[in-house]
């Protein structure tokens, strides 16, 4: 049985036509989300950005046009196989894998069109990751800046938290790329240095990085505040004009932090060069494995999902759905704590990357084997 057949051509077919409905779907859902989040401050951005000589609905229309390609690739491998589990499912109450298999065709070859679209969906994943979204990249977090400030597109507000490699949590009010400058900072410590055995913290009006030393300074000085287990405050230290904060994160890791929760992230290449630059930070490193393993998915949950939803038969469309939803949970949820532990320095960034793939993979091709002939 070799070649392609028309049974191939019918199945890939039904398979493409509804994995671009499913995309269309579950993209509109996400935006409509998004824009229920931002309905209570948009009509102020947008009248600033009138005032200002913007027009907001073009801004709008712009930031959402730079966020779907981006968007296209996260929901891609959960999209295929959605996808994958509908049309055979639709194959199926119309009758046409019975006769399929009867006919002599293997159930794995019915199977095989899904995995070749799997295969060329990683190879335009690849390519889109690569060449198109971090083009965009820069031109989206410019809109999402506009959006949230009105007509200041140079400060990034709602900045997630970054792990300090000495322990510390850094938080901030807002963030300012061209300045490398950080407002409302707090830095918190569980305990600091090796004998502390009390959460301090350490609270700056603002941060701005100095190339001369290599450190963030501030300019306005600040607070350190030592807390008691109930986190009362027993002791506070006025600090300087321009003390040197105790910080060691630099702004690329800051940019890199930024660039992957409010926008779209960076291409290999640049991760790579992040890596070069500072081999001790193994978060570089782990973002780079992540770069190259983000078109693993699409094929890893077609394997570990596709034998929970092809059936010869009609069967519970309920029951196989809950099933592959939580072993797909499962996947990400894994995941998501060896990428954790590997940012961490706990696990080598190569295993935290990849682990979760490979031990799915395995199980996936277990899985393959138990599927009705």
Do not use: C
């Amino acid at each position: 049985m070799t070649g392609i057949r028309r049974h191939d051509l019918y199945v890939l077919k039904t398979y493409l036509a509804v994995l671009l409905t499913a995309m269309l779907f579950l993209s509109s859902l996400f935006v409509l989300y998004d824009l229920a989040e931002r309905v209570d401050k948009l009509p102020k951005a947008l009248g600033a950005l009138s005032k200002a000589g913007r027009s907001g609905t073009g801004v709008l229309l712009e930031y959402y046009a730079t966020f779907l390609p981006f968007l296209a690739l996260r929901i891609l491998p959960v999209a295929s196989l959605l996808a994958a589990g509908l049309t055979f499912t639709w194959l199926a109450r119309q009758n046409e894998l019975v006769p399929l298999v009867a006919s002599g065709v293997p159930t794995r070859r019915i199977l095989l069109p899904i995995f070749l679209a799997a295969v060329g969906l990683m190879v335009v994943h690849s390519v889109l990751r690569e060449k198109v979204v971090p083009a965009l990249s820069r031109w989206h977090d410019d809109m999402q800046r506009l959006l949230q400030g009105g007509a200041r597109s140079d400060r990034l507000q709602e900045v997630p938290h970054i792990q300090d490699v000495k322990g510390g949590r850094l938080s901030m009010a807002s963030y300012d790329p061209g300045a490398r400058r950080m407002e409302g900072v707090w830095i918190l410590f569980r305990q600091e240095g090796e004998g502390g055995d009390r959460p301090v913290g350490y609270r700056y009006p603002s941060l701005r990085w100095d190339d001369g030393v290599r450190r963030w300074v501030a300019e306005r000085g600040g607070q350190r505040r030592v807390f008691t287990p109930v986190e009362s405050l027993v002791e506070a230290e006025t600090l300087p004009p321009n003390a040197e904060a105790p910080l060691d994160v630099e702004p690329d890791e800051i940019e890199v932090t930024l660039r992957l929760g409010a926008a779209m992230g960076l291409s290999s290449a640049e991760v790579a060069a992040l890596a070069r630059a500072k081999p001790d930070r193994a978060r570089f490193t782990l973002l780079l494995h992540q770069q190259i393993a983000s078109v693993v998915p699409t094929l890893v949950l077609l394997m570990i999902g596709l034998p929970f939803v092809f059936h010869l038969g009609r069967s519970n469309v309920f029951q196989s759905f809950g099933q592959t939803l939580g072993i797909v949970g499962a996947y990400y949820l894994v995941d998501s704590v060896v990428v954790d532990m590997g940012a961490r320095g706990v696990l080598n960034p190569v295993v935290a990357a990849w682990g979760s793939h490979v031990l799915f993979a395995a199980l996936g091709a277990v899985l393959l084997t138990t599927i009705e002939t």
